[in-house]
C-alpha cells in the first residue's frame, strides 16, 4: 500500500501502515489518495532515470534511501 503523511506529505510504499511518519516523525500517516499514489509512482520512476544517469545520487540521499526512495 502507500500511504502519505497529513503534515509533510511524505508518500511511500509500505507493507503495513505505521502511525508514525518515517520522514518527519509525526504520527499523521494516511493512506494516499489515487492522486497521490499515481504522482508517487511517477517521482519513483524519475529517480530511477537519476540514478541510472548519476550513480552518485543513492549517497546524495541517504534517508529516502532508507525508505527505497
Ligand atoms: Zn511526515
Redesign the pocket.
Known sequence: MICT?E????TFETAFQPEQ?P????F??RTATTREAGEYRRIRQELARDEQSSPWYRQASPSRLAYGL
Not at 23 to 26: E, F, R, S
Request: proline share 0%.
Open positions: 503523511c503534515r509533510c506529505l511524505y511518519c520522514d518527519c516523525g509525526k499523521a500517516v
